[in-house]
């Protein structure tokens, strides 16, 4: 297998534990909402800790899932241009959107830089957990996200799909 291949396997199978942890997250922020709402209808009682838990679970969600979408190219888009450009047109349009992307995750994780050193010492007000911990999964999603982007950029250097090592999870496999 060639370190090429080795290092498409490693994002799909990334890209979809990134899609298993979001959908686990999702269950557990609608468990909280359901909770909390029980507690106060019921129990008269406010549960600090479960709405920032579902905080955190919402904030990690979107920043695990949205690399596998991205891989895909299955993110909402308008695609009226690209579809009446056609192949260099659609190519360039592509170009564009993934260097946008990329930019996008280094000006992240430039901010990540720049803002957890000074606030990640911080306790949140009711798990009094790290602000490190807390914005564990933001940042991880976005250096993921950078490598997807920088493997579809790579894919459209070489002349192929940009989505070209994206399958979908039927065709990946259970995770072993």
Do not use: H
């Amino acid at each position: 297998m060639t370190s090429e291949s080795k290092g498409r396997a490693i994002l799909a199978r990334l890209s979809l534990v990134g899609i298993w942890l979001g959908m686990a997250l999702l269950a557990l922020m609608a468990g909280l909402v359901v909770l909390q709402v029980g507690a106060r209808n019921f129990a008269d009682l406010g549960l600090p800790w479960a709405d920032e838990l579902a905080r955190f679970c919402s904030i990690g969600l979107v920043f695990v899932g949205i690399p596998a979408l991205a891989g895909r190219q299955a993110l909402v888009s308008v695609s009226i241009l690209p579809d009446m450009l056609g192949g260099r047109g659609k190519t360039g349009l592509t170009l564009v959107s993934d260097l946008a992307t990329l930019a996008f995750c280094i000006l992240l994780l430039w901010g990540f830089a720049e803002f957890l050193p000074r606030a990640g010492k911080f306790l949140t007000p009711a798990m009094r957990l790290p602000n490190y911990f807390y914005y564990s999964l933001a940042l991880l999603g976005s250096a993921f996200l950078a490598l997807v982007t920088l493997y579809r950029l790579a894919n459209l250097a070489r002349g192929r799909a940009p989505s070209a090592g994206f399958p979908d999870d039927a065709e990946i496999g259970p995770i072993e």
